[in-house]
């Protein structure tokens, strides 16, 4: 471990001299290559704050005590920095969420709205068809609407990887009120699971 944080300081503190270099060493209106420099700068610093807190954990640090350093909560640290190990298998769980949910879950969002009830079960996956009729989703979404009025807009999703799906949720403003559209996606896009909360219930 010490290594690998050695490695990564050094990596940091030539990535950082690339940046600093840039505006004398590279044409002044390519702005890219700057941008770019600094992204690879972002990437080696939480490679270094991975490290950190992986030495940390191994030391007895408790998640508390990470989020509580990064100022966020327990969950958000260790669904950040956590390795769980996937009980059915033994090996380590893929953390990574899909790429594009956030997208994936505006489009359903959208679709929702415009009343597209096909569009939106085209995406579901066997479990999800056999339990939630087009005719359903669309008396559950009429429902949510009777309740608050119509979709005026909404937030960017948040979005976590939990085991086998990554879980997007994305507050929805209705004309008379608020609710969370929490949607999980499978790695081929298909969705295992969509819910409209109230927020305290999300």
Not at 9 to 31: C, G, K, M, N, T
Not at 32 to 47: M, Y
Not at 66 to 88: C, E, M, T, W
Not at 130 to 136: H, K, V, Y
């Amino acid at each position: 471990m010490r290594d690998e944080l050695s490695g990564a300081v050094v990596e940091l503190r030539e990535a950082a001299d690339r940046l600093l270099a840039a505006p004398i060493l590279s044409d002044p209106e390519d702005f890219g290559a700057a941008i770019g420099q600094a992204v690879q700068l972002r990437a080696i610093v939480e490679k270094i704050i991975s490290g950190a807190i992986q030495r940390a954990r191994d030391q007895g640090a408790s998640w508390k005590e990470v989020g509580d350093i990064l100022g966020i909560s327990r969950q958000g640290a260790f669904q950040r920095y956590g390795k769980p190990i996937d009980p059915r298998t033994g090996e380590p769980m893929n953390t990574t969420p899909l790429a594009n949910a956030a997208a994936l879950a505006e489009t359903v969002i959208d679709e929702l709205s415009s009343g597209r009830w096909s569009a939106v079960t085209d995406r579901f996956d066997p479990a999800m068809r056999d339990g939630l009729s087009e005719d359903a989703l669309a008396a559950a979404w009429a429902q949510i609407t009777g309740q608050a009025g119509a979709l005026e807009g909404h937030g960017a999703p948040e979005v976590t990887r939990a085991a086998d799906v990554t879980v997007t949720n994305t507050r929805l403003d209705l004309e008379a009120g608020e609710f969370i559209a929490r949607i999980a996606f499978r790695d081929d896009q298909s969705i295992a699971g969509l819910f409209i909360l109230a927020p305290e219930v999300a």
